[in-house]
């Protein structure tokens, strides 16, 4: 038996939220991603509960999973958002999020994007260098305008996850070393067109120890107080994400445990702290339900469950080698045996799991990809002409789609 914090294995196969996942199927076939509202209400109002005893704003990272319903449902909950994008800061305004409600971070800001944050009054841009502080303040000094901005400093601290998901090492793309941040800080106290609101960092995606988080917390508040001693009046400490989920069901840092590892740190600056979690707010939430298509077994044992859904939908398991837990949605009688089970794109990476242990499975089977909630349907992809999965949102016994299912009308309208 798997725990999972949104579907649950009942007489008439996996639920959630008393819906059947064939209920669900049976109106909008596969494959297709199902998000509980439950669990991210809960996982949400777990991590504000959390902080509670701190001044501190959650900012959703829209990265995680921005389909529009879901952010708005974030909304609704107070939350406010981290947008990587011009594409996303236009989502966050559509479902309703004020431009002050939104930071905007990210490596290579286009000046077309600066320029419109600049006039929009995004709460706080967090720039990426020196450089990109320098064209904020000529667009804002054009604009007649103040940019509010926080510098995003680079620690060269090991988050200790995945390399492809790691941000805080020196060899990364991100944010300026540590210890040039505070002479970019000082050199531009009196230039026109910016306010120093804020100091951000964020080391890494998926973390699963404090100690990374920690050390990241510390060096912040101890960069904003030689930053007060320089006389900047900072708004807030924006600590970044990166809060890892359990993938695999074991026990892992919490929220809890994280706000006692950060609040101690920042405690000493008195400066609200601004949260920018992702994975963990919407990670839980969604699986992605897929059919097996076909099955094969090779003559020394080796046997594949072949999916109408691979790494075009999800793609964490080919980029990162990923773990998601799979399971059958009504399983079958039988013994367990190690499958492979894999997807249909024309890809040998194309691989959702190795040797995993699964009951029996046959043609036309269902199986849920759980934990797909975050990084999931945003990064999926039309390769091999596959048409974007629909996105289902089941709350309070109810369900409606989200997102439809793209037809290849929509995929042709933007040839010639
Ligand atoms: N803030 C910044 C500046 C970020 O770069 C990220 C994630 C977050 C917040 C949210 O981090 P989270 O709480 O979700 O860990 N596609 C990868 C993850 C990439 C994360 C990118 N940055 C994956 O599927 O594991």
Redesign the pocket.
């Known amino acids: 038996m798997f725990v999972s914090q949104s579907f649950t294995p009942t007489p008439s196969g996996l639920a959630c939220d008393d819906v059947t996942v064939e209920a669900i199927v049976g109106h909008v076939g596969t494959p297709v991603y199902l998000y509980s509202a439950h669990a991210i209400r809960e996982a949400y109002r777990a991590l504000d509960a959390a902080f509670s005893a701190y001044p501190h704003a959650i900012h959703y990272?829209m990265?995680?999973n921005s389909t529009l319903s879901i952010v708005q449902l974030l909304r609704s909950l107070g939350s406010k958002v981290?947008a990587n994008s011009g594409g996303e800061i236009q989502v966050a305004r559509r479902a309703g999020y004020s431009p002050a409600d939104i930071v905007f971070?990210g490596v290579g800001k286009t000046r077309d994007e600066l320029r419109d944050a600049v006039a929009d009054g995004i709460g706080t841009i967090n720039a990426e260098s020196a450089g990109e502080l320098d064209r904020i303040a000529e667009l804002a000094v054009a604009q007649g305008r103040e940019a509010r901005v926080a510098l995003r400093v680079n620690p060269d601290i090991d988050a200790g996850s995945h390399p492809n998901?790691s941000?805080g090492l020196r060899v990364n793309k991100f944010g300026v070393p540590l210890q040039e941040a505070r002479t970019i800080y000082r050199e531009r106290k009196a230039r026109p067109g910016l306010r120093f609101v804020g100091v951000h960092i964020?080391i890494g995606?998926?973390i699963t120890t404090v100690e990374p988080l920690r050390r990241a917390a510390r060096t912040l508040a101890a960069l904003a107080l030689e930053l007060r001693d320089d006389g900047f009046a900072l708004e807030h400490l924006d600590v970044?994400?990166?809060?890892g989920i359990a993938y695999d069901g074991q026990a892992i840092v919490g929220p809890a445990e994280y706000a006692m590892t950060v609040i101690p740190e920042v405690e000493r600056c008195g400066i609200p702290v601004v949260l920018?979690?992702?994975?963990?707010v919407v990670g839980h939430a969604g699986a992605l339900i897929a059919r097996v298509v076909d099955t094969k077994c090779y003559p020394d044992g080796r046997q594949f469950a072949v999916l109408d859904a691979g790494m075009g939908e999800l793609m964490?398991p080919a980029l990162?080698g990923?773990y998601h837990r799979i399971v059958p949605v009504r399983p079958r009688d039988g013994e367990e045996s190690p499958w492979d089970v894999v997807g249909p794109i024309c890809e040998s990476s194309d691989v959702f799991a190795t040797d995993r242990q699964l009951p029996p499975l046959a043609v036309d089977d269902l199986v849920a990809v759980l934990d797909a909630g975050?990084?999931g349907s945003v990064?999926a992809s039309n390769y091999n002409r596959h048409l974007l999965p629909p996105e289902v949102l089941i709350d309070a016994g109810q369900w409606r789609i989200i997102r439809r299912r793209q037809t290849l009308d929509d995929v042709l309208a933007l040839e010639a």
Do not use: F
């Open positions: 990272a990265k995680a981290d971070t998901i941000t964020h995606s998926q970044g994400g990166g809060l920018e979690p992702g994975r963990s964490r990162y990923s975050a990084y990064m």
